[in-house]
């Protein structure tokens, strides 16, 4: 284990001529017995973090449907993949396919990420760059907003969402019972966090950078789009893939919001299969849909891995 590259200060000493050694001349290696240690620490940590992961996994393998898990058996006799096929058929006993449940967690995690983040963006933007009458009291009501938990929204939501209502001859649509609204009202959990993540990115973008496009001729529009946009790529990342995440793996709002069996999600279909006390689960093909359930969001993360990193290491932090 090495020191790494030079700090501010150290580079700042050298500059000065006050500090003559040079970083590479600062490295040096930990004592065998402590590198022995951080070793057997890390290892630990390991088996500790992936020891869940190979036993859902096993568990999904295991083709006894056992009621309960009965033993510590990481490879089951006989282990097969047909919980996985079972649950992409038909997951619960309900008249509805996997594909169509993830299809409609689809909509809800892609349409409230999206919004989310464009709205926030824009919001962000203006309480970062412009300066208006009210500005820091609403910033304070966007933060108080974000302070909630969000149990404490639902019932607002709900009847909010409930009033709007359309009756036309055999047609009825009520927008609380829809994906649409339970769309909505996970947006409006997303968008305060939204707007403080991205303010506080937007506010270590040198303000130069912008000054010097307007210097060229370029609007505000103009430098939104050309220039702020691209250097915001990393939070927007970061806020648009927990804003998918938030979305993905919602349950209240779906449980209290929608009563159609069409419109069920992922999570609340999960949920279901857990039975009365847990007594009737079915752990192999509990443990094959929570695989399926995860696959997702762990593919989008490796995907866009490269953006999420950088916008969290210089995210929300730095406002």
Do not use: C, H
């Not at 200060?9 to 003559?20: A, F, P, Q, S, Y």
């Amino acid at each position: 284990m090495s020191v790494a590259a030079p700090t501010g200060v150290t580079r700042r000493l050298l500059e000065l001529g006050i500090l003559r050694t040079k970083p590479a001349d600062m490295e040096r290696k930990l004592p065998l017995r402590r590198q022995l240690v951080i070793q057997a620490i890390l290892l630990l940590i390991t088996v500790t973090v992936l020891f869940p992961l190979v036993w859902i996994f096993s568990m999904a393998l295991d083709p006894r449907n056992l009621a309960r898990p009965d033993g510590l058996d990481l490879i089951p006799p006989g282990a097969s993949l047909d919980a996985f096929g079972r649950v992409i058929a038909q997951p619960t006993s309900n008249p509805i396919s996997f594909i169509e449940l993830a299809l409609n967690s689809l909509k809800v995690a892609i349409g409230s990420s999206v919004i989310a983040v464009a709205l926030g963006i824009t919001a962000a933007y203006a309480f970062s760059r412009l300066k208006f009458r009210g500005r820091a009291w609403l910033m304070i009501a966007v933060l108080g907003v974000l302070m909630l938990p969000s149990v404490a929204t639902i019932i607002p939501l709900f009847i909010f969402l409930n009033q709007f209502r359309i009756e036309f001859g055999d047609l009825t649509f009520n927008l609380r019972n829809s994906l649409v609204g339970v769309t909505l009202a996970v947006i409006a959990g997303q968008l305060p966090f939204a707007i403080w993540n991205l303010k506080g990115y937007l506010d270590t973008i040198p303000r130069d950078l912008e000054e010097a496009a307007a210097t060229d001729g370029a609007t505000q529009n103009q430098i939104f789009r050309k220039v702020v946009l691209p250097l915001a790529i990393p939070a927007i990342a970061v806020t648009g893939f927990l804003g998918f995440l938030g979305g993905w793996t919602e349950y209240l709002t779906v449980a209290l919001f929608v009563s159609e069996v069409s419109d069920w999600t992922l999570s609340l279909a999960l949920n279901s299969m857990v039975g009365q006390f847990a007594r009737t689960t079915n752990w192999s093909e509990f443990a094959a849909f929570a695989i399926l359930f995860a696959a997702p969001v762990s593919i989008v993360f490796f995907v866009f891995q490269r953006y999420l990193v950088g916008g969290l290491a210089v995210g929300g932090v730095k406002g």
